[in-house]
């Protein structure tokens, strides 16, 4: 198996290098980590041109040739049943490449021609417009870009053939549709016609409308057929790792509508990779670093590698690249890169973070032996499923991230230099030009914008700062800032801040930057760190916005009743106390006391303590509550202690049935009396420093102070009373009854006894215990020097 999948891994794409080599040719620096990303086949170039496709074993994707004469009527109209190889004749060529270049020409710069084109599309399909996310300055660029490489390669079937997939690869979630193609097709030739007038000839209008039926057919094709690699991607991904694998009547092609149930799975997918780690450490003191070699631990024989990781690792020791470090690199974000496979946006973003991440080893990388350790793995890990199908599929999701990987590999250093030599010569005057010129613009471009910024000028120019700073930390210090970020993008969720200002705000700073330097390479490293910064926030608060946190802004009881009424009984609770994005959490409920909005805050303490009955279980938030919060009374002592009442008749249930005159009540306080790890709660210390008499004689309190004093208090208390009282007679009889009178020898011979028993029975555990609390004192720093002597506070 370890020899196929080297063998495998050792066949190129020689139209896929070559398509990338021509991509890098024409693209601007500017966006070298954003446009690559899509699946090709091996193609082989017969010596006339006409080369026939080497393919990848999948017959669906092979297509036929279409002969030039028969190009422009099999294309009056969007062709969706194949993905051909397409050599158009070479007058149509020409008129299409000309009219290109004319138009390139006419509008005088890339981003205004891609500014252009975008227009048309947005006036012409207005249902599209929630698919565009990246900022428009960044877009308009990527439209131009990833034009010109299929321009291009007009008059090679091939190398045609490959742009096109790339460009398919890149909307694979998004809806694409004949009809949408029609739109679309339909909105450019207009454009054309309009902006080139007599230059647009028929000729040109006859190619075009041929070429974009092409086009838009192509990704219509490619969106329905991947879909089903993606399946068996992300089914044997879950059963690599151990997860539980959906029912056969719930399992779907896992398009647009799945992608969210997708991105769920792989938060629970992270989790379980946390809790492996440990184990994983462990049994990485057992493989050696070298061919064949592996150690025992002394008296216990080793484990067998049952996980992904574990079993990736040892396969990786004994293929000989144990000691390759820019491998675990890969790993640790390898869940992520499978997951979001069928999101391009995100693959996108998972892509940059990991080549900025890589750029820090030294060591050289070989991505292809990253794939055989990865297929040996998974052959392992699921060996009655795997099939042609599952090798076909990993083979593609694994070309398609190394594709993205060698366009982007040892550019972020020169970006890295550019950018931090370029921050680092700003002057004042430049800093105050770039901070004004920043809200300037986007208040321009973002006229709501003004609404959500209403601080001074001093925060405004603070947060400029603070923005240019992250484009370099970004560079630095990379899964760092991913996760400072993701903790901000929440934060942005509490504040109500819609993602669509993200763009218009990224747009005004890259415009900022290029109006102070003419530098390419600064211009880009600012452009991409800052775009991927947008792209995390964006996606922290898209994932982030949830109905609970939008009715929080509007502090409305009535409202987070109806948010939280959707949700099932059993998540509940978390839907309430936990947001999480990535490794970043937030929770509501502390949220909605933070920025005031106690209105919903009491409606979700309300919610979390009622109980709630399905056939056979009961659900209650309290456990939840008080395990995602332990100190959830102290919050609310210092900062809504109107709601401690709230949450006290929430640990209580009365029963509705009458006994004898009486009913039962439940108080549920068992978080009261003592925290998660069975220690003695400090909630009562916290309420006694509180001061509120009133609510010291709530029944709750009342139930769970007197059950401590009567089972805990009481005994110690009088224990040591009577202790105290104790050494107090002694006290009194070595220095009252024994000292008067003639002197005896047993009179000193109790004397001493009673002050021994003193010293070391008495004055020993008060010297004990003020020694202890200075120790603690000296490590809290909670002490204060006079002269030269440290003295506890």
């Not at 057919?217 to 991904?237: C, D, M, P, T």
């Not at 995100?346 to 030294?362: A, P």
């Not at 590999?409 to 004042?428: N, V």
């Not at 964006?538 to 409305?556: C, D, H, P, W, Y």
Request: glycine share 6%.
């Amino acid at each position: 198996l370890i020899q196929a999948s080297i063998n495998s891994s050792s066949k190129g794409s020689s139209a896929a290098w070559r398509a990338i080599a021509m991509a890098e040719d024409l693209e601007e620096e500017t966006e070298i980590l954003e446009d690559v990303e899509e699946e090709t086949e091996d193609v082989q170039a017969e010596e006339d041109g006409e080369g026939s496709d080497a393919g990848d074993g999948e017959n669906s994707m092979q297509g036929e040739t279409v002969a030039q004469d028969e190009v422009l009527d099999k294309y009056k109209m969007v062709y969706d049943q194949g993905l051909d190889r397409v050599k158009f004749p070479s007058d149509i060529s020409a008129e299409i490449q000309r009219t290109w270049k004319r138009f390139l020409e006419h509008a005088g710069t890339p981003e205004h021609a891609g500014e252009l084109i975008f227009g048309a599309w947005w006036e012409a399909a207005p249902s599209l417009h929630s698919y565009f996310l990246t900022p428009k300055t960044v877009l308009h660029l990527r439209i131009v870009q990833g034009i010109s490489p299929i321009v291009a390669a007009l008059g090679h079937p091939n190398d045609l053939r490959t742009q096109v997939e790339i460009i398919c690869f890149r909307h694979l979630d998004r809806p694409v549709s004949v009809q949408g193609a029609e739109v679309v097709r339909d909105s450019m030739l207009d454009m054309w016609e309009a902006e080139l007038g007599a230059d647009f000839t028929p000729k040109a209008r006859i190619g075009w409308f041929s070429f974009l039926n092409y086009w838009g057919g192509a990704l219509v094709y490619f969106q329905r057929e991947y879909a089903g690699r993606i399946k068996i991607i992300h089914r044997s991904w879950r059963e690599a790792n151990k997860s539980v694998a959906l029912p056969e009547e719930e399992e779907e092609v896992p398009a647009t509508s799945e992608i969210k149930e997708d991105e769920e799975a792989q938060a629970s997918m992270a989790d379980d990779t946390k809790k492996e780690a440990a184990k994983v450490k462990e049994y990485e003191g057992q493989v050696a670093e070298g061919e064949g070699e592996r150690k025992e631990k002394s008296g216990s024989q080793m484990k067998v590698p049952t996980t992904f990781r574990e079993m990736f690792l040892f396969n990786a020791a004994v293929m000989g690249f144990g000691g390759s470090t820019w491998m675990d690199i890969i790993l640790d974000q390898f869940d992520a890169l499978v997951v979001n496979i069928a999101s391009s946006y995100r693959l996108q973003e998972e892509c940059d973070v990991l080549v900025l991440v890589l750029s820090k080893n030294t060591e050289p990388i070989a991505l292809s032996d990253f794939r055989a350790v990865m297929l040996a793995t998974l052959r392992s890990l699921a060996p009655k499923d795997w099939d042609t199908e599952h090798e076909v599929a990993w083979n593609w999701l694994w070309e398609n991230v190394e594709r993205i990987l060698k366009g982007q590999l040892g550019k972020p250093k020169s970006l890295e230099r550019a950018l931090t030599h370029f921050i680092a010569s700003w002057s004042e005057e430049q800093a105050m030009f770039f901070r004004k010129e920043l809200y300037k613009r986007f208040f321009a471009l973002a006229p709501s914008g003004q609404d959500f910024f209403k601080q001074s000028s001093t925060r405004l120019y603070f947060l400029a700062d603070r923005v240019v700073e992250m484009t370099v930390e970004m560079f630095r210090e990379p899964r760092k800032m991913v996760q400072e970020i993701s903790g901000l993008g929440l934060r942005h969720v509490g504040w109500g801040i819609p993602p669509e200002l993200f763009g218009p705000y990224t747009s005004g700073a890259v415009e900022s930057v290029r109006s102070m330097t003419t530098d390419d390479n600064t211009q880009s490293a600012f452009r991409f760190s800052l775009s991927l910064i947008a792209k995390i926030l964006v996606r922290a608060v898209s994932e982030g916005s949830t109905l609970v946190m939008r009715a929080i802004n509007t502090n409305q009881e009535s409202a987070m009743k109806k948010a939280i009424a959707i949700a099932p009984r059993g998540k509940r609770a978390m839907e309430l106390l936990n947001i999480s994005v990535g490794t970043q959490s937030i929770s509501p409920l502390f949220w909605s006391i933070e920025s005031g909005s106690l209105n919903s805050a009491r409606a979700m303490i309300v919610d979390l303590l009622t109980i709630r009955a399905d056939r056979d279980v009961y659900y209650y938030g309290c456990d939840a509550m008080f395990t995602r919060h332990p100190d959830l009374i102290l919050r609310l002592c210092n900062d809504a202690s109107t709601l401690l009442w709230t949450l006290f008749d929430g640990l209580v249930w009365r029963s509705r049935l009458v006994q004898d005159g009486q009913r039962r009540v439940n108080y549920y306080i068992k978080h009261l009396v003592q925290d998660l790890e069975g220690n003695f709660s400090p909630a009562l210390k916290w309420l006694a420093h509180h001061k509120d008499p009133r609510l010291v004689s709530h029944g709750v309190v009342m139930t769970f102070a007197d059950l401590l004093w009567n089972r805990v208090a009481s005994y110690q208390f009088l224990l040591g009373r009577g202790y105290f009282l104790f050494t107090l007679l002694v006290f009194i009889t070595s220095q009252s009854f024994l000292v008067p009178g003639e002197e005896r020898l047993w009179r000193n011979i109790l004397t001493f006894v009673c002050r021994c028993f003193l010293y070391l029975g008495s004055m020993s555990k008060l010297l004990f215990d003020q020694c202890k609390l200075a120790c603690s004192a000296f490590k809290a720093g909670d002490y204060q020097w006079y002269w030269v002597v440290p003295v506890p506070n």
